[in-house]
């Protein structure tokens, strides 16, 4: 809610304040606590250690990158980025409203979309910044965010996820017995997730633009509302039924997403640079105009990740985020969260690396299969880094002025971990 308070309470819509003070209290509270628990030393090492993990993590993207944006570049020339726009238009319309039809943009937000839907996250996050370049070229105010932005930032935070491949394996090595019973709970609370994200953003646009009266604003808003609506109606539906998931049907369906995870890379890396040159594309020449990019992405992104993960690393050696798990945990507990299962939901918007530590410690602790294994389990798969995903992609165009982004972002990690807790204490909780 503090959060909430300190972007509401900022009158400027290209504020760039609330990177601001979230990065500022990360920074100063890490210190505080450290001084008060006798572990700056920790946050002291964790700051230098991390420093240097965050520049390896953005040269390690180069390699990627390149590949990626290269195979963008041809995808371009061919066609195809402006063929897929076209296809989806009429969703697009909707999500984007700002964004003029057909524009390239609306083909690379799709492909990045899809790559996460299929877990292909070496790929997903290139064509996010091929998409976030496009919508630069719209940006009237180069260094603030545009609804756009926002609304594609949201959609990649509380990305759906179809088959949670890495939990999968960790539940596997832990020895579960069905490792793969958390895709249909991570399917629906990550679907959550994204329709809340496409909810709020649309809300938050509507109140700061101020364009419209509010009884426009309130017309404009009845897709979004009755989307919500009939999800919840379907929700309550299964709920009344008392059914779980068919297994079988979950097995079917894992082995179709597996099958078009397993080959979609390369359908790409031949399906791309065939469909151009059957279009008399020069593909090496325009691979390479594209594969240039990748290098000058990864080094502007190293400000902004080193200034994020060394404050997330900070706040929590010092052991804040301890401390700020065992202030909050009545109030989670009072709607069927586990004590245990809290520190993982905390760093789920910071790291993605420090949750799935976390979590195979719980899954260790209390079996792959126990309440609070299919919970964890759930949480890791819900939602995205969001912290993470928006230094990344904001910083790759120089984005500062994050207006409500990290706001959306947030509110659409909160309804992804309500909705695990809702759907794993309907199916896995016993009676």
């Not at 294994?373 to 995903?389: M, Q, R």
Request: proline letters at 5%; hydrophobic letters at 55%.
């Amino acid at each position: 809610m503090v959060i909430f308070w300190f972007e509401f309470t900022i009158p400027t819509q290209g504020s760039p304040f609330m990177m601001n003070y979230i990065w500022f209290f990360l920074m100063a509270t890490a210190i505080l606590v450290a001084a008060f628990n006798g572990t700056i030393t920790a946050v002291t090492d964790s700051a230098i250690s991390m420093a240097s993990t965050a520049v390896e993590i953005a040269l390690g993207l180069i390699g990627i990158m390149t590949l990626w944006l290269g195979m963008m570049k041809i995808a371009e020339h061919a066609g195809l980025v402006r063929l897929l726009a076209r296809l989806l238009r009429p969703i697009s319309a909707w999500l984007f409203p700002d964004v003029p039809k057909n524009h390239p943009a609306i083909g690379a937000i799709m492909m990045n979309l899809s790559a996460n839907w299929l877990g292909l996250g070496n790929a997903a996050t290139p064509f996010g910044i091929k998409a976030m370049e496009h919508l630069q070229e719209l940006n009237s105010q180069n260094d603030t965010a545009t609804p756009a932005m926002i609304m594609f930032l949201g959609l990649n935070t509380a990305s759906i996820t179809l088959v949670p491949m890495t939990m999968i394996g960790v539940r596997t090595s832990l020895g579960s017995a069905h490792p793969a019973a958390i895709i249909g709970p991570t399917i629906f609370a990550s679907t959550m997730a994204t329709l809340a994200a496409i909810f709020i953003v649309k809300v938050l646009t509507l109140f700061f633009t101020r364009t419209h009266s509010l009884r426009e604003s309130i017309i404009r808003l009845w897709k979004p509302m009755s989307l919500i609506v009939v999800v919840i109606m379907i929700v309550f539906l299964i709920q009344r039924s008392g059914s779980p998931v068919d297994s079988k049907g979950m097995d079917f369906f894992q082995r179709i997403i597996t099958f078009l995870s397993t080959w979609m890379i390369p359908f790409l890396l031949l399906g791309i640079p065939l469909t151009a040159m059957i279009k008399k594309v020069k593909v090496y020449e325009t691979f390479i105009e594209g594969a240039k990019e990748g290098f000058q992405v990864a080094i502007r992104i190293i400000p902004f990740l080193v200034a994020i993960l060394v404050a997330i690393a900070m706040f929590r050696a010092s052991g804040a985020m301890s401390f700020f798990s065992r202030f909050i945990s009545p109030l989670t507990e009072s709607f069927g969260m586990p004590a245990e299962v809290l520190p993982a939901a905390l760093m789920r918007p910071f790291s993605g690396s420090g949750t799935l530590g976390i979590i195979s410690e719980l899954l260790k602790t209390h079996g792959p299969d126990s309440f609070i294994g299919y919970l964890g389990s759930t949480l890791y798969g819900c939602t995205e880094t969001t912290f993470y995903v928006i230094a990344v992609y904001f910083g790759a165009v120089g984005i500062k002025k994050t207006r409500y982004a990290i706001p959306a972002g947030l509110f659409a990690d909160v309804v992804g971990i309500l909705a695990a807790v809702y759907i794993c204490r309907l199916l896995f909780l016993p009676l």
